[in-house]
């Protein structure tokens, strides 16, 4: 194992005008552990409840994924339920049961504190930043946070921050963290708090990453048909992060000159562009990385001039 | 001479939230023109009042613009005048007087039909065709057009594509015209109606080349600071269609792998990133071939991988 994801584990129901399923396996945790398990070993740190299903246990340790870190606490799973646009750019949440997430206090087992890369999925930033303590020398460690945090929790979000040495949030975030619309001004303002990589999310535009050596811009990929977009950026995250924690990355070693971070945000790239061929985490269900490393070339093909 | 604009020459008045101009030069035209004269020689095919100020013929003129078809017509030049939103995303019409484009009639100069490059701004679709028309043995003809047209005057609209090589629209017209949201089946709908190259303008996220062979996507340039968006899509079709003419490329020498498409793209993506940053069309009073050059590298830093 190299990689510990934090983070929801969860139930989705979700409808997209290409159709509807009312519970299925969902979480950014969920979507980042089994995009990263393409890469490297990953092990989890989440709660579910005692409705969690045994084929659900069962993908995940399928996919390698570690499930030490994987707290069952009596009550019922998080379960989220939303509905897309028909250009599925928006969503409406028509249901947010935290279950027994209301109460999740990560606990990283002995096994997990020694790891390499950390990924902290979208929880309280309090919550993160007891996680990031738990690491014993971990070379890189970052994560994702939502508009709620930086809004309603700055101070704490801000304290969280200085230890990371990544942020991955989408552009609105991004703009709202450093208080300036402009993305170039917004990721000088963000590499201040302490992140020295910023990977700023556009959703089907793709995704910038910013770096004091430059910035690296990465198309969305042109998919024939979106089924379900849900997870499209946590899977990204996993991509990413899976493949420096693969290569036994740090910064250091992947930004010399940012060839193995732009690298990585294809891989991200090619990850979120899969998760939205099926509902749910589907598509990782039959996914071979020959189907990836062919979908990585895609993008050479369409973007080299 | 190698390419023939058609379009507005006018004057506008913009208001963004850097600033605030009155009158100054604008225009499909002019922007399209203007941008292609940094690669090739053009000769513009437009209507002007009696107002028309003599330092933009000079500045016209000066960056060796032909100016052998820019009529002078009794009356005011067009005008248009809007303000622009906090994100510069939308934009709302403040006014639209016509003037003398009301009764525009393109004539070509008899030199001007044999040039081998046309692009048509978006103007009348049966005016488009009459002017396509005229022209003897083009190599490369095609244009834009807007939702107005597409709209209300579609079957106007399809018999004059069907004699273009390439349409250049942005992606809610190219959605309008396919009568479908996915860009890549757009695309295929589109080529049935004739172009064989479809270029999706797509605002701050760059833009997309869709051809037979493949497409291609170019980044929106990051740019510090926009000061008017006004006339980037135009600067990008001039940027485009003027380094293929200036190559004295046709699509079948252009596209055989597709490589000068690609090139045209970024070429048309740097003009189209000069063009905002300054108010109308200054930015290419002081633009010189080495800082398009430069940023055209620029575009090669932040994109491989």
Redesign the interface.
């Known amino acids: 194992m190299s990689l510990v994801v934090v983070g929801s584990v969860a139930y989705d129901g979700v409808e997209t005008p290409q159709g509807r399923v009312e519970r299925m396996l969902g979480g950014s945790c969920t979507y980042a552990a089994v995009a990263a398990s393409f890469f490297t070993k990953v092990g989890i740190v989440a709660v579910v409840g005692d409705d969690f299903a045994a084929e659900d246990f069962e993908f995940l340790s399928g996919r390698g994924v570690d499930l030490e870190g994987l707290e069952r606490a009596p009550g019922k799973t998080f379960f989220w339920a939303g509905v897309y646009s ?2 599925m750019n928006d969503r409406t949440t028509l249901r947010t049961d935290l279950n027994v997430f209301a109460d999740f206090q990560p606990r990283l087992p002995a096994a997990y504190r020694r790891q390499s890369h950390l990924m902290l999925g979208n929880i309280q930033p309090a919550l993160q930043r007891q996680v990031r303590a738990q690491m014993e020398g971990c070379r890189l460690a970052g994560g994702d946070t939502m508009n709620y945090w930086i809004a309603n929790t700055r101070e704490e979000l801000l304290e969280t921050l200085k230890e990371w040495d990544f942020l991955l949030i989408n552009d609105s975030e991004a703009r709202q963290l450093a208080g300036c ?5 917004a990721a000088q303002r963000i590499f201040e708090l302490g992140p020295k990589t910023l990977v700023v999310k ?1 959703g089907e ?2 995704a ?1 990453l910013f770096h004091p050596r ?4 990465a ?1 969305g990929y ?5 089924f379900d977009p849900t997870g499209a950026g946590d899977s990204f995250a996993g991509g990413f992060l899976g493949y420096l924690a693969g290569c036994g990355l740090d910064l250091e070693g992947a930004g010399a000159e940012t ?1 193995e971070l ?2 990585a ?2 891989y991200g790239s090619v990850m979120g562009s899969f998760c939205c061929e099926r509902f749910g985490v589907d598509r990782f269900r039959t996914l071979t990385r020959a189907e990836i490393d062919g979908r990585y070339q895609e ?7």
């Open positions: 028909e250009d619309h402009n993305l170039r001004r556009r535009h793709g910038i430059g910035h690296f811009m198309p042109l998919l024939e048909d979106v060839g732009r690298r945000m294809i993008f050479k093909t369409f973007t080299e001039f």
